[in-house]
Structure formats: C-alpha cells, structure tokens
C-alpha cells in the first residue's frame, strides 16, 4: 500500500475529516496520513484506543514515535497523558493499551537504525523564546532531524525553509500557511526546498513539527 508516499509534493490534510478504520486488533481504529507498506509499513497515523483496548505485546523493528493527543495512553512503562512525547527506538517492545480509551498521533519504522535514544518527554515544558510572539521546545535532534514543540502567539509568523522538509501538526490553536487554514488536528508536509510560512490565528497556535527527515523516507525492512 502506499498513500502519500511521494515526498516531493506537498501534502495538507485535516485528519478530523478522514473516516475512522479498523485496525487488525479489536477496539484499535486509524485514520492514515501517509503509508508505504501493508501491517508493516512506514507509515504516520491517527490512532484511536476504544476504552479497555490494548494491543498484544510487539518490539518496535523499525522504532516508533508518538503524541498523546487526548487522555491517557498505558503501557507496562506507565501512563503517558496528552501533550506527552515518546521517542521508541528500534529494538524496545512494550505493550500498549488505554484503560480510559485514548488518541495518539504515531510514525512508524521513521529511526535510524542505530538509535537507541529512549525518553518521554512533556511537550509544553520548557519553553524558551525562539522569536517574536515564539516560544520552542526542542524535544529531539539528531543528524537526520529536528522535532519541536511550537507556540506562536496570535498573528506571529513562523518562517523557514528547512533543509530535509518538513512536517507539522495542529495541536491546538489555528494557523494559516500557503493560503490554506490549519486547525487542531491539521497534518502537513512540505518537500525540501519549499518555505513553510505558518501564521497564527486570533487564538494563537501549538504545533509539533519535524524537519529534516523526508530524504530519509523508505520501506521498511522486509
């Protein structure tokens, strides 16, 4: 399967839109932004835990990433609340679930092989001023990318064209981008070489966003 699966072109989605689908384990629902592979694939995701549902135990071949983005997430590590940031490298395993039900924003088999950097991290913690009407956390940076926790205040502009694309999601808060609108749950990716240019709304505006990464983009192994 592959869905968005050319990273030279732009991509905006707005992820509240896309209809919900089951996944192969009972209660596990998904919206898919981008995917090469079938059960196994690279791919980024909305994920939906109904309550009480969990996943059977798997190890992360390829690593996995994730946001909480509403209520709490569970494994056999903890409880991860919403605005919680996990970086899973390969070769961790645990077994996930979610007591209350739970939605989370995931990238799968998206690491360097080598990696090992385990951590969680709180989003929103930390800021410090990158700019005018900016705030930033730096949750992760590597040689192949840089993952941030931005937010602007209303009317604040982020501008950058950043070597290895980019990719962002609304967390809250609205911005505007290309002429297009963005709003809590908004997923975009742009190419190398293209300006991200996102100006917040009168509410102001948090967002994660990677760069970097896109020349990185590959099966996973088979």
Not at 19 to 35: F, I, N, Q, T, Y
Not at 177 to 193: A, F, H, K, V, Y
Not at 200 to 213: E, N, P, V
Request: net charge negative; aromatic share 8%; hydrophobic share 40%.
């Amino acid at each position: 399967m592959e869905l968005n699966a050319d990273f030279t072109q732009r991509v905006l989605l707005h992820s509240q839109d896309i209809p919900w689908k089951a996944s192969p384990m009972a209660g596990v629902d998904r919206r898919m932004l981008d995917r090469i592979g079938d059960e196994v694939a690279r791919a980024t995701s909305i994920v939906r835990y109904a309550p009480g549902s969990q996943f059977s135990a798997h190890t992360h071949t390829g690593g996995e990433e994730f946001i909480v983005l509403d209520s709490v997430f569970q494994d056999e590590h903890g409880d991860y609340p919403a605005g919680t940031y996990v970086r899973n490298p390969p070769t961790t395993s645990h077994t996930p679930g979610a007591a209350e039900g739970c939605v989370i924003f995931v990238k799968l088999w998206q690491f360097d092989a080598d990696d090992r950097n385990q951590f969680r991290s709180e989003m929103d913690a930390d800021l410090v001023a990158g700019g005018s009407g900016m705030h930033v956390n730096i949750l992760h940076k590597d040689a192949r990318e840089t993952v941030r926790f931005v937010a602007l205040d209303a009317g604040s502009t982020l501008t950058e064209t950043p070597l290895g694309g980019a990719e962002l999601l609304m967390i809250s808060g609205s911005t505007t981008e290309n002429g297009d609108d963005l709003t809590e749950g908004s997923w975009l990716r742009l190419p190398q070489d293209m300006q991200l240019k996102v100006t917040a709304g009168a509410q102001g505006a948090k967002f994660w966003i990677k760069t970097g990464h896109l020349p990185f983009a590959a099966a996973p192994l088979a």
